[in-house]
């Protein structure tokens, strides 16, 4: 059974920080790049940020490049968000994505964790 479970969200203050995990279970974790997305209330869900199957190559979105690095370990079939400097902008729904290298059906989401950046 494919799974992938986040962890780590919860309410921060401007300016901090939070770690999110995404813990995958049921299939080959190193054919698969990674995904983190976010959706805000009334907003389409956003790419973030992405990581290649091997880790050789990290992409960001503009809104965070520099202040979000997403890492992984594949050996624990973890997906990593580490999210520094955190604006109110930030807030939303951090969703796990996971992607095969060519086959393009084999495409799993998580359930998502809330992130609430507020004084």
């Known amino acids: 059974q494919v799974q992938l479970v986040e962890s780590g969200g919860g309410l921060v203050q401007p300016g901090g920080s939070l770690r999110l995990s995404c813990a995958a279970s049921?299939?080959?974790?190193?054919?698969?790049?990674m995904r983190w997305y976010r959706q805000a209330p009334g907003k389409e869900r956003e790419l973030v940020a992405r990581?290649?199957?091997?880790?050789?190559?990290?992409n960001y979105a503009d809104s965070v490049k520099g202040r979000f690095t997403i890492s992984r370990d594949n050996a624990k079939a973890t997906v990593y968000l580490q999210m520094n400097s955190l604006k109110p902008g930030d807030t939303a729904v951090y969703y796990c994505?996971?992607?095969?290298?060519?086959?393009?059906?084999?495409?799993?989401w998580g359930q998502g964790t809330q992130v609430t950046v507020s004084s």
């Open positions: 994505n996971a992607l095969h290298v060519y086959r393009y059906d084999y495409d799993y």
């Open positions: 049921g299939f080959s974790f190193s054919r698969y790049n």
């Open positions: 990581i290649t199957n091997l880790g050789g190559t990290t």
